[in-house]
């Protein structure tokens, strides 16, 4: 691990995950209060893996400096991992999460995505062939749990929500 100043990082095109400014502020007051618990992953370039809402949070605060664990990833590899760590603490974005699935499918075949990112033939469906906004009858598919869809009166025809509990 190596400490590195924020402005030395980047974040990746792929990013599935969105900070919301409320969770900003509060992981900016955990770190002034306690610091850094975890260290932002990255790949040898500076392109961050996991850990953008620190990185938002370090720039925040002026930090001049902040810990990283450098991975010597290729970008694949990187976009797997970080799907991986995002989804396993129910943090990513599926419009975002579909467009790097999109990139993935250039380089892995689609048994090789949904076996490393452990979906299910309906998630992969419903994120890789563009519908995902048009999709209906999202009760009729079978979902990891890492997610929750469920219809939706907004723009969109569904949502995504955190489970209200892991057994959900």
Same mark, same amino acid.
């Given at each position: 691990?190596?400490?590195?100043?924020? #402005?030395?990082?980047?974040?990746?095109?792929?990013? /599935?995950? =969105?900070?919301?400014?409320?969770d900003l502020i509060g992981l900016?007051?955990?770190?002034?209060? *306690?610091?850094?618990? =975890?260290?932002?992953?990255?790949?040898?370039?500076?392109?961050?893996?996991?850990? =953008?809402?620190?990185?938002?949070?370090?720039?925040?605060?002026?930090?001049?400096?902040?810990?990283?664990? *450098?991975?010597?990833?290729?970008?694949?590899?990187?976009?797997?991992?970080?799907?991986?760590?995002?989804?396993?603490?129910?943090?990513?974005?599926? =419009?975002?999460?579909?467009?790097?699935?999109?990139?993935?499918?250039?380089?892995?075949? #689609?048994?090789?995505?949904?076996?490393?990112?452990?979906? /299910?033939?309906?998630? *992969?469906?419903?994120?890789?062939?563009?519908?995902?906004?048009?999709?209906?009858?999202? #009760?009729?598919?079978?979902?990891?749990?890492?997610?929750?869809?469920?219809?939706?009166?907004?723009? #969109?025809?569904?949502?995504?929500?955190?489970?209200? /509990?892991?057994?959900?």
């Amino acid at each position: 691990m190596k400490t590195v100043k924020p #402005e030395n990082l980047k974040t990746p095109e792929w990013r /599935t995950t =969105y900070v919301l400014r409320s969770d900003l502020i509060g992981l900016m007051e955990s770190i002034r209060t *306690f610091g850094f618990q =975890y260290p932002v992953i990255a790949m040898e370039d500076g392109t961050i893996v996991d850990g =953008y809402a620190r990185w938002c949070a370090a720039h925040s605060l002026s930090l001049p400096e902040m810990p990283v664990i *450098f991975k010597d990833l290729n970008k694949i590899e990187a976009m797997i991992l970080h799907i991986q760590l995002n989804r396993s603490r129910g943090q990513v974005i599926p =419009y975002y999460l579909s467009r790097t699935i999109a990139t993935l499918k250039k380089g892995m075949s #689609e048994r090789d995505i949904m076996n490393s990112l452990n979906m /299910t033939a309906d998630e *992969f469906d419903i994120l890789s062939d563009g519908s995902l906004i048009k999709k209906r009858k999202v #009760e009729a598919h079978n979902y990891n749990r890492a997610w929750v869809p469920i219809e939706s009166n907004a723009t #969109e025809d569904f949502q995504i929500e955190r489970p209200p /509990t892991p057994d959900k």
